[in-house]
Structures are given as C-alpha cells and as structure tokens.
C-alpha cells in the first residue's frame, strides 16, 4: 500500500516533497537529494515535464527512486501520451511497485521550451483518473483483459485554490473526485486565510478528499513578485514580499526568512488542522526540505518514513 | 464557414515553375467570403499571372467548389483548351474536388485554416473543430474541444489568469465563459453532468445519406 495513503488514513500530518527529473541523463544528483529528504517525508513527488520544459520523464525517475527504497509519486500529464501510452507507463509503475500517481492535465508546449511539440491531451485529469480505475478493474483503454494480477493505485490531482470564479475550480474538483482522486495537492498558498474559501467550497460541494497544502518556500522578493505576475493561482501578500525585501535590505538572507515563513505556514496549517498534510515545492532547493520541517516541527512518524527495501528491485514484474 | 487564406506569392509561383498556359478556378461560397477565391480575386490572380508571363486560358467560379456535379458541370469549358495546370483558388476540399474532375495538375492558392465564424466581414474565429461528439449542449453553447486551447471536456485547467487563457492571453479561457454564460442562464448544474467522449474521428471519415435512410 501507498505510504502516503496509509499516513493519511492513519490521521498523520502527510509530508511530500517534489523533486524534478534533470535535463539531461545523469540521476545521481537527484538521488543524492532524495537521501537528504530519507525519513523526513513520506514520499517523493517527481514532475513531468513541468511548464512542458524537457526534462527526463517521471516514471524513470521514480523507478530509480523506488529502486533506492524511496516512496516515489509518479506525476502523468496527458499533453505528451494518449491513452495507450499513458496505460502502458501506469502498468510499468505498477511492475515497478510505484502505485502513488499524481493525474494532471499538463501545461501546453506552447508555454515550454519545445514549442512546436504536438500537444496530445487525448486524456486529461479526469480521463487519466479514470484509467487507473479502469487498470484497477483489470482492464486497458480498449477495455481488453489484462493478464495476472491487477495493479492497484493511489491517485491523485491537482487543485488551485486561489481561483476566480472559484465554483468553477470545485466544480471541476468534483468531477476529480467523482473520477476517484483519493488525495488532492494544491497550488501553492502563502497564508492560512487564502485556503479558507476554498476548503469552505469543498466541504459545501461534499468533496471528502484530503488535501495537502501546497508550499514553496520564498527565495527573495523578486521570486515571489514574478511568480505573482506570471504562475496561475499564485497569490505572495504584500506584506511578504515586503518582509523578504527589507531582508535584502537589511543585509539578511531573504531565503532563510522564506523558509521561516514557509515553516510557519505549515505549522499553522497543522495546528488548526485546514489541511491533511503539506507538498512542499522547494524548486530546486529541496535540501533545505528538511530544515523547514524541523522549524515547523512536524516529524513523520518512523514507521511510514521511506526505509531502505532490500527486496526493492525484485518486487517488480511478477505479476503472472 | 471554411476559413481560407492566400498562399504567399512565391509559394504559388515555385509550384507553377514550367506551366506556361493555366485556368483559374474559385469558388462562390467559403472562399469568395473569406477574399481568397471569389470574383474580385480571381481578376486579381488573372492579372498577377499575366504580369509574370502566364497566360490564363479560362477562369471558372463555381458556385461552392466542394460539390463534385456542380465543379463537374461548370469545368466542362476547359475541355479542348490548351492547359498545362489549375490554380485553385478554393479551400482544400474545393481543390481536391477540381483535382478529381480534370487530369491535369491543379496547385492551391490558398492555405485551409480552420471552421470559423464570421464575426463581421474579413474577422473570423476558429469555433469548431467538427470532433463528430457535439457536447454544445450542457455547455452553454460555447465549444471547449475548440476554445479551450487543450480541447478539455471535464472542465478548466489550473492555467487561467484573469480569464485568459494560459497558452495565449489574447484568447478568453473557454471554460469562463462556459461559466459565466452557465450561471447567466441558471443552468451551473452542467457543469457537473459529464459531457460526453471527445472521440477522434477516423479519418478519411464518410457520411452516406442514402444509406443512412435505408
Ligand atoms: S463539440 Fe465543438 S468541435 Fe464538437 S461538434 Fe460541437 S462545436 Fe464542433
Ligand atoms: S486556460 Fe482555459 S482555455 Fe486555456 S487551456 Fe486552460 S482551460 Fe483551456
């Protein structure tokens, strides 16, 4: 079982961690991060291809993850694989023990760094969400039988809370949930209060899904401004982007403020219990992951904790 | 509507390199609305021709290009002409459809854009992708395969700011204006109901209405 689905039914405070595959062919970089984030999450949650810029894919990364002992979350898009393509990987995940899927619809080429790319969404979140049910119930995207046992996921998708007309977004979170997404991980949120009409929409829209809190630890005032200006449902206070400037001014280190922030985030989000857990998006800085945690005091409990598996590699493929 | 656009200069002269004697044929419909195939740019394309050393042997102005009896019948005056090659000035379909009525090379003038609406003379907006699964119906009468930059039928992306759309700003987020135009008709509860498969048709696909009846 997905150890991120046994740390939220158990009631834990569940901790990921996003990590992107490189541009390029080498792994060990992001094998080293991932030992630095070993016992301090519950798993580790691997972009495809995000802001459709090229990068390694998701299903290889988390292979070698899993291999290492990791619990890794598989991101599937539907801008680069139809259904066929997309089966194929999901049934490949599940050989390799990685049951954990995060369903997206994927941000256009046109928006990435190979721009003439033929966009394919045959499937979107919702079409994707449903093929891991269909997967599940032993069956492909042709509805052929498929041999041995079936494989069993964890899916979940995506949500943006700070988004206008907001019944629009829980609208099409229903259908999410509907298609079975058994977790929902937000777009970043920089205070308490911009979740709160969002949680209120998904409780009146009679969506029971836990959802992690979307976290990016703030570098400096000029990343929080861009991002306000250019990532869809990013929403930095002002007082924030303040707060990290006068850091710069002062000649402190605006990231070590934003991880402070970051921390005290998630403790609030803890202690009044808005949200089931946290996906914390370092970009690039997930070595910081664990410091963050420890100022906001949350420890995942040892036994969900990512532990070596020495049976790993072999778990895969024995399916018939 | 079928939304055409004339072919750059160059582009036709380097198709017609060694045709000395040509026919131009339009057509009334589609591409005479679009200024690419009708009376007005057939005289243009006669003259252009005739400057760069062609001669124009016949003109033809069907009334719609894609019908094979009509493009047939109206065709028959290039019989007994001396002529090396056809440029059509239709969209692909009306190319096509005069390419299956003579034996000789037939070039387009014009570049097939996309099914469109005339919002007024000379402005068009691609509002139709003809997917074969029309879901018009629970969404307010606002096409998502087509508006929606991704083609989504389940709902909105998480890419839309201020109502545009992520790919290209210049372009409204379909699935806001699926929404408002839902909410305005006090219908919002569509938004929920399932709206159908988006199948990608087969292609070459075929519609028999004699066989249909049957
Ligand atoms: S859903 Fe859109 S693309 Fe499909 S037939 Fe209707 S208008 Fe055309
Ligand atoms: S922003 Fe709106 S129109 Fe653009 S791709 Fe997303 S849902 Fe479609």
Redesign the pocket.
Known sequence: MSRLQRALEQGQFAVTAEMAPPKGADFRPALETAQVLRGKVHSLNVTDMQSACLKASSLGLCTALRQAGFEPILQMTGRDRNRMALAADLLTAAAFGIDTVLCLTGD?PAVGDCRDAKPVYDLDSVGILELLRELEAGRDCGGNPLTGEAPRFFGGAAATPVYDPLPLQIARLKRKADAGARFLQTQAVFSAESLLPFLEGVDRAGIRVPILAGIIPLKSAGMAKFMNEHVPGIAVPQSQIDALAAEKAAGGSPARLGLAMAAELVAELRERKLCAGVHIMAIGAEKSVPGLLEMAGVHICEETAPVPRAEASSEGGNHE | MIITRKKPEEALLSMLQGAKRVAIVGCGSCAAACQTGGEKEIGEMKAFLEARGFQVAATVLPDECCHKMLVKRDLKVLRGLDVDAVVGLACGDGVQTVADNVDLPVYPANDTLFLGQVERVGIFHEYCRMCGDCVLGVTGGICPVT????G?VNG??G??RNGK???DPE?D????LIYRRLEKLGKLDALLSPTGGRRPAAHPAHLNLREVRK
């Open positions: 256009h | 508006r929606c930059a991704k989504l909105p992306c890419g839309q759309c992520e790919v372009n987020c379909a699935w806001v």
